[in-house]
DNA sequence: CTGAAAGCGCTAACAC
DNA sequence: GTGTTAGCGCTTTCAG
């Protein structure tokens, strides 16, 4: 590989000149310049990151943190990943993919002592994340992909969870539905902090309320088998109920052979919203299931962005809530007779 | 962040002393060593990977180079990503995400002139893949999850087809069927020469040839409702399958609402195993569905070690191949009646 | 507008 | 066994 030295040779020049040529870090005669870009173009050269880094203690790479939850990894996860990548790339940055491991705290004194990272991407960000309080403490610029509890002096991009409650609803209002219940994501899965969880559940009531439906909640399904005895439940405590939003994929597919068991059909005698997950799993049902899709590689990408911006320069926090996208599938009707 | 120097100072002995002590990479009396020690951890010293890098010509950092399918990221892809990372990490390495672009070689040459990572990892390799061709040339050592046509001297980590093939059809012949057919992964979403869709028709044909099974295949449903049609046109074409293995998850679902339409059950009137799917994915379905699940996270693991295996030391190709794992589930049985 | 020189934090000869 | 020293390739004063 050639370093500025031999881009310095070849041009005739200092290398403090080929530097600032190359980086427009001070004014550099027009001939100059480009005697430098084309002798650099021959040598293919590559400013050298670590040098440079080690210099300017900015290497212009991101860790993002991703826990491993038992439960394994979402499509979600997935896409806030690539989503941030992306971003970064675009804007001139990397992207280190940094496994959490028991003592998440003390992975990140070590990710951050190395001086490898210039800044850190948080994701699945509990309403109490002891994280976000050793980074502030450690003074170690960070953005968070979800949020804690009092969130507002972080940068952060998150779902937008009462425009995506108000969503959800209108649909069915729209539809004619008076009565709607919600089975949030089980306890087992997420702890009870988990925000999305948290968050979900009250948007949904309070979006019920104001839009005058009737509205149950309480159930919290993991599993197929789970969701099919949370729905017949649900139908002995709430007959009333032709509406239902589930967060959970599986407890969606036992929802749906509880509909069956009863010799009931979807959407003509429910209509079935799953929330928070991707149109991709709601297509592998029958009828493919209306989605309210959580916008997670744009979180992604926001958090990159926001975290980007705020190393290039200070300023008031960055923080955008984003909407889940509506996907309309077949799972969508008015409500059965009857009711 | 305190400095290998700030060390010393404190222990009382020169900047080498310190950094053999540290590295073990030159004997160092072991009560020096000792005050070396304490003083590095009174102060919190954390060596910085820059300074470590520019010098020693090896950052410890691989890249893990990612394509972005139009068709979005699988569940597959993300357990190589997660797996590798933390393969890397528990052998004191850090994973680059590096998504690709356009040009994957252009993109190539720019990361590794960087000199920001000792290796690279490639998945989604096709059978004929430019990037091993420039990464050889170039001399950067490198890994692939997944394998070209003529693999042999190169280090990877794939499925085993064969094995997988042989379990399938050893598991439904098992079970008492004599007829099988295969719905492979769809052309649009993968080139012909993507080597999962490529070896596992090859392997399936070859594994129920040996089992004496008649066997139909050249279906490449990639949807619900294109798998409908296959299985319609199977079941007029051949009559007597009773068993079907499918690769797309959606081409599943499709399969299943055709059986449905047919006023058939699964297991008591098919078969249905899915192939290279995430048995996460096989649970949605109802009767969940008999799996075999690539060994994704495995394969991640296995590539990482491979090549942080080849940077520290030459030696033969490093190669292994894992088959997947079968997960039973209420989708298979004894063969209809009749048949 | 350009060049010379210091030094980021570390490793690796090379002396003692 | 330990210390001294010369860089790795770059950015950044400071002179000219």
């Known amino acids: 590989m ?15 000149t080929v530097s600032a040529a190359l980086n427009g870090t001070r004014p550099v005669a027009a001939a100059t310049k480009r005697r430098i870009e084309q002798a650099a173009a021959e040598l293919g050269y590559r400013p050298n990151l670590l040098a440079r880094g080690l ?45 959490e491991s028991a003592d998440p705290v003390d992975e990140l004194r070590h990710l951050t002592g190395l001086g490898l990272v210039d800044g850190v991407l948080l994701m699945e960000v509990r309403l109490d994340d002891e994280r976000t309080e ?16 009092e969130p507002d002096a972080i940068d952060h991009a ?5 425009a995506t409650a108000r969503d959800a ?6 539809l004619g539905h008076r009565e709607l219940a919600f089975f949030n994501l089980s306890p087992g899965r997420y702890a009870e902090s988990y925000g999305p969880a948290a968050r979900m559940a009250g948007e ?19 599993s197929a088998e789970e969701g099919r005895q949370a729905f017949e439940r649900l ?3 709430r007959p009333g109920v032709t509406a239902l939003a589930v967060a959970d994929d599986h407890a969606a597919a036992g929802v749906l052979a509880g509909v069956a068991a009863r ?33 997670s590689a744009e979180l992604g990408r926001l958090g990159a962005r926001m975290l980007i911006d705020r190393l290039q320069g200070d300023g008031p926090p960055r923080q955008r809530l984003v909407p889940c996208r509506l996907v309309p599938g077949g799972s969508s009707g008015p409500p059965r007779a009857g009711s």
């Not at 050639?2 to 403090?16: I, N, Y």
């Not at 050793?134 to 509890?149: K, Q």
């Not at 149109?279 to 959580?294: D, G, I, V, W």
């Open 2 to 16: 050639s370093s500025l030295r031999d881009v310095a040779e070849r041009a005739q020049v200092a290398v403090s």
């Open 55 to 99: 210099q300017s203690k900015r290497t212009r790479i991101l860790a993002l943190l991703f826990p491993t939850p038992a439960g394994g990894f979402g499509h979600t996860e997935m896409l806030f990943a690539t989503g941030a990548a992306e971003a970064a790339k675009e804007l001139g940055y990397h992207l280190l993919l940094s496994p």
């Open 134 to 149: 050793f980074l502030s403490a450690a003074g170690v610029p960070f953005a968070m992909i979800g949020r804690t509890r």
């Open 158 to 162: 998150d779902i937008d969870f009462a």
């Open 169 to 174: 609803v209108a649909h069915v209002a729209g």
């Open 204 to 222: 949904f009531a309070t979006a019920a309320r104001e839009a005058g439906l009737g509205y149950a909640d309480g159930f919290r399904p993991g």
């Open 235 to 237: 139908m002995a405590e």
């Open 263 to 295: 010799g009931w059909r979807v959407p003509e005698d429910l209509t079935l919203v799953l929330v928070l997950s991707s149109a991709r799993a709601a297509a592998m049902f029958h009828p493919s299931l209306t989605t309210l899709e959580p916008p």
